[in-house]
C-alpha cells in the first residue's frame, strides 16, 4: 500500500480561522481576508502576541475541523497507509492537545499512525499533504500543497484547495 503523509494544522485542523478569532477577540473586528493573503495572522500590523496563544494550554484541542476532510481520509484509508504528521515541538502543549483532537474527530486514524514531531524530514511516504512548502521541499514523495492564506502566492507544488480536490486527486493517482 501506498503511504500518505496528512499534516494536521491548516490542512486537517482549522487553526487559520481560531487566530483570526483570537484577532477578532483582541482588536474586536475581524479582519477581510485581502489583509492576511500571503501572511499569517500575526504578522498583521500590531498582532505579533497572538502568536503566543499558541503555546496556551488547550488551544489546540477544539479546532474546527476542515470540511469535508474526515470522509476523505476514511475513503483514502481503504486504498493506502494515512499517517498524520504534525510538529507538535514547537508548541509543547501542543502534544497532548493534537493527541487528544485526534482521537476526538478522526477515530478511523490509530494513535500508531500519529507522527508528532519536530522536523517532518524524518518522515518517509509516497505523498505528503501540508500547507508549508519548506515541509514539502525536505519531502522524498509527491507533495501536494493544501491552499492556506499564507501559501497563496507560494508555486512549485501540485495545489489542492480542500478536501474535495484531495479526493479527487487520488482518484486520478
Known amino acids: 500500500m501506498k503511504r500518505i503523509l496528512?499534516?494536521?494544522?491548516?490542512?486537517?485542523?482549522?487553526?487559520?480561522?481560531?487566530?483570526?478569532?483570537?484577532?477578532?477577540?483582541?482588536?474586536?473586528?475581524?479582519?477581510?481576508?485581502?489583509?492576511?493573503?500571503?501572511?499569517?495572522?500575526?504578522?498583521?500590523?500590531?498582532?505579533?502576541?497572538?502568536?503566543?496563544r499558541l503555546h496556551e494550554v488547550g488551544f489546540f484541542s477544539d479546532v474546527a475541523v476542515m470540511e469535508n476532510c474526515r470522509m476523505?481520509?476514511?475513503?483514502?484509508?481503504?486504498?493506502?497507509?494515512v499517517f498524520v504528521v504534525t510538529a507538535t515541538q514547537e508548541f509543547r502543549n501542543s502534544l497532548a492537545d493534537k493527541?487528544?483532537?485526534?482521537?476526538?474527530?478522526?477515530?478511523?486514524?490509530?494513535?500508531?499512525?500519529?507522527?508528532?514531531?519536530?522536523?517532518?524530514?524524518?518522515?518517509?511516504?509516497?505523498?505528503?499533504i501540508d500547507d508549508k512548502v519548506s515541509n514539502l521541499k525536505k519531502f522524498n514523495g509527491t507533495g501536494l500543497l493544501f491552499t492556506s492564506p499564507h501559501n497563496v502566492y507560494d508555486e512549485g507544488y501540485t495545489r489542492v484547495n480542500n478536501w474535495l480536490e484531495v479526493a479527487a486527486f487520488f482518484e486520478q493517482a
Not at 36 to 45: A, E, N, T
Request: net charge negative; charged share 30%.
Open 6 to 52: 496528512i499534516d494536521m494544522d491548516e490542512v486537517m485542523a482549522d487553526v487559520y480561522e481560531k487566530l483570526i478569532d483570537c484577532y477578532t477577540e483582541e482588536f474586536a473586528y475581524r479582519p477581510l481576508p485581502e489583509a492576511y493573503q500571503g501572511k499569517k495572522i500575526y504578522d498583521l500590523p500590531n498582532a505579533h502576541h497572538i502568536r503566543n
Open 72 to 81: 476523505v481520509i476514511e475513503r483514502l484509508q481503504e486504498n493506502y497507509e
Open 99 to 128: 493527541h487528544t483532537w485526534l482521537e476526538t474527530n478522526f477515530p478511523s486514524i490509530s494513535w500508531r499512525n500519529y507522527v508528532m514531531c519536530g522536523d517532518k524530514s524524518v518522515v518517509t511516504g509516497d505523498y505528503m
